[in-house]
Structure formats: C-alpha cells, structure tokens
C-alpha cells in the first residue's frame, strides 16, 4: 500500500455576485476567524491537542457542523515555537 497525501481545494469566483452575497461572505469569514482563534485559546489552556474532534463548544450563531468543521481546522494549526 502506498501512502498518498491527498490536498484538496476549491476555486469559487464571487466577482459577479451581488454586494449582499459578498457582505454575507465577508461576515461569514470574519465570523469564522474570531471561532477559531477563541478555540485554539482553549486548546491551549487545556494543553490537548491530540484528539481528532473538539470535545467543547462555543456560543456562536453558526451551525454545529459549521462549528466542527472550525475546531477541526484549530486542531490542525501547526505551531512553530
């Protein structure tokens, strides 16, 4: 067996989509930052970086799959001391 890295990505072009769409974007990725820092904060209170899935949540407005989906991002922040 071999063992392949696989990197996935995705293009999206929001140039013709209209100010409200891109306001909600920017609110969304601003948002989404804020969760992540505010996660990465408590992983390091905890010292617990070796789980696969944040076991502690936030109150945030956003879906709890939107929510997973940053702490899983958290966790895989690779700090170079």
Known sequence: MYNVLMKR????SVDEANSLKKNGL????????????????????????SSKYIGFKV????????????????LQVEVII
């Open 59 to 74: 109150q945030i407005y956003l879906s709890a799959r939107m929510q997973q989906s940053l702490g899983k991002q958290a």
């Open 26 to 49: 920017d609110t969304l990725f601003v948002e989404s930052k804020r969760v992540i820092n505010l996660f990465i904060e408590e992983l390091w209170k905890q010292k617990d970086f």
């Open 9 to 12: 990505t995705l293009c999206i």
